[in-house]
């Protein structure tokens, strides 16, 4: 397998090298997991004593202030240095390094460590130094050059590192990795054009490339390139009908599409070639919940957990499917595990917070919607809620107080204004709700929402004319807009006067 450089750890310079991850287990046979928590920069301390200690390293801790004294092999330290990585020890590992550097100063693969452990630190131009003596050394080696290409990516000069990516190409053993980190320096750059150029290629040399469809699929998404993403996919799938990856982004594609059906195919053409795909079956559950099949999405979202999940997403979309359902016992027991895992999710503070509405104890759900509201202060979602919840139970000041907040929060968001104005009307405060409206077409002039809204409660209070001219405004820039409102305000078909208009209109 080709070595592919390691790449700095701690370096927060490149904005963006997913490649890191896949490199360093090229380098070193690691777990994928802890290299994950490597690449974080969050290995814990007791790591190192979870690790088989290999002999080297005892020896070599053994006689600290005669190191020098000691012999070690080249493979002898390349153990060690491998070990203090693989615990976390970074400096433990670079100063192996050195001390191996000083014992066998013409290794190469020593050297080569020693620049990569260099560039980790930040001290990269004493990296370029010494990968410019090893290309002395050895001019053929492709590790100095995909090492030297890393580190002009972290120093931001992309254009830099894409002409050593480029270097290396030919002499690489695995070419589609050397085609990723080129489209990652593009992307870098912002050419998203060259970034799926280089993808492409990547999977043409290897379509199991999953890292290079992945960041196809990120770079489809920062776009908004749905139709793209499709093709693309399709098109991948033709050359490489068995990959799991590729329909499952394919599925995902089609879920930003609103093409939810073609989603689940997809999806289920995943789980064929793998059934344990974890990813799958979540988006699987996400696409049925939109389907509005919600038991069928329950069952979906828990074959993507595994006995111990700790994903309180998961937990908290499976409480949605309940409360859709109006299984709110469920619901509330999912979203309290939700917020066992992880005490800040808003989401499940609130969905408690709806189940205990809904359930008759609004004091309660009170409660667990002003803990949503601390951790997400200007959701205007929440403050609905939380205002509605203000009306059940007769606070009307604190109501509308609540409600002025959403609109302050978002004056833009036109549903605010409408749900503002349809809970004054449910307590017949007409006068209140009419200048609510006329506040809301000063600030959102045009929206045909608020104006057949407007005219709605004219009709309830009474003013047929004013309610007459506001109803024809809004029908003659928006004639669908009427079914709209008399679905939300259904009682309207009981007002003659609304009727009347209505004949009028047509």
């Known amino acids: 397998m080709a070595k592919i450089p390691f790449i700095l750890l701690f370096s927060q310079k490149s904005p963006r090298q997913p490649c890191t991850i896949i490199c360093i287990v090229m380098l070193f046979d690691f777990c994928y997991l802890c290299v994950v928590a490597l690449k ?27 190191k020098g004294a000691t012999y070690f092999d080249v493979d002898d330290f390349e153990e060690i240095i491998d070990y203090y990585l693989a615990a976390g020890s970074y400096k433990q590992s670079l100063q192996a390094a050195e001390a191996a550097c000083d014992m066998h100063p013409t290794s190469i693969p020593l050297m080569l460590k020693k620049a990569q452990l260099l560039a980790t630190f930040n001290k990269e131009d004493h990296a370029l130094e010494l990968l410019a003596t090893l290309e002395n050394l050895d001019p053929s080696n492709n590790d100095v050059v995909l090492t030297r290409a890393a580190i002009y990516s972290q120093l931001k000069d ?19 990795f050397v085609y990723c980190n080129i489209a990652i320096e593009y992307e870098n750059l912002g050419n998203f054009d060259k970034t799926l150029e280089y993808l ?33 996919f399709l098109q991948l799938i033709d050359r490489n009908p068995y990959s799991k990856e590729a329909w499952f982004n394919l599925g995902v594609s089609y879920i930003n599409a609103g093409l939810y059906e073609k989603a689940l195919d997809a999806l289920e053409y995943s789980l064929a ?48 499917c309940h409360e859709k359902l109006e299984d709110y016992h469920n ?47 200007e959701n205007v979602n929440y403050l609905c809620l939380l205002a509605n919840t203000y009306f ?6 604190q109501a509308c107080g609540t409600y002025e907040k959403a609109i302050q929060a ?36 045009g929206r045909t929402s608020i104006m057949y809204f407007m005219a709605a409660i004219l009709f309830f209070s009474g003013k047929k004319q004013e309610a007459a001219f506001f109803l024809e405004e809004a029908y003659d820039h928006d004639a669908e807009g009427l079914h709209t409102l008399k679905t939300r305000l259904p009682k309207l078909k009981d007002n003659l006067a609304f009727l009347e208009a209505l004949d009028k209109l047509s």
Request: glycine share 6%; net charge negative.
């Open 40 to 66: 974080a920069g969050r290995m814990e301390n007791e790591k190192k004593d979870n690790l088989s200690v290999p002999w080297q390293v005892n020896k070599y801790e053994s006689c600290p202030h005669q």
């Open 158 to 176: 992309y254009q830099k590192a894409i002409e050593e990516y480029s270097k290396a190409i030919v002499g690489a053993e695995e070419p589609d």
């Open 200 to 232: 492409d290629k990547a999977l043409r040399v290897n379509p199991d490339n999953d890292l290079a469809i992945y960041e196809a699929a990120y770079c489809f998404d920062l776009l908004s390139l749905t139709e793209e993403g499709i093709t693309f």
């Open 273 to 320: 070639i793998d059934h344990r795909h974890e990813h799958s079956w979540f988006h699987k559950g996400y696409t049925l919940s939109l389907l509005h099949r919600y038991q069928e999405a329950i069952v979906a979202y828990q074959e993507s957990m595994s006995e111990d999940d700790n994903d309180p997403m998961k937990h908290y979309y499976i409480g949605e």
């Open 331 to 377: 619901a509330r027991t999912c979203y309290l595990n939700s917020i066992r895992i992880d005490p800040e999710l808003a989401d499940a503070w609130v969905g408690i917070g709806v189940c205990d509405l809904e359930t008759g104890d609004a004091s309660r759900a009170i409660r667990h919607l002003k803990k949503g509201l601390l951790l997400d202060p």
């Open 392 to 397: 059940t139970l007769g606070q009307h000041d």
């Open 410 to 445: 978002d004056p833009e968001d036109e549903e605010t204004w409408l749900e503002f104005a349809e809970a004054l009307s449910n307590f017949g405060h007409w006068e209140q709700a009419q200048k609510l409206l006329t506040r809301g077409m000063e600030s959102l002039p």
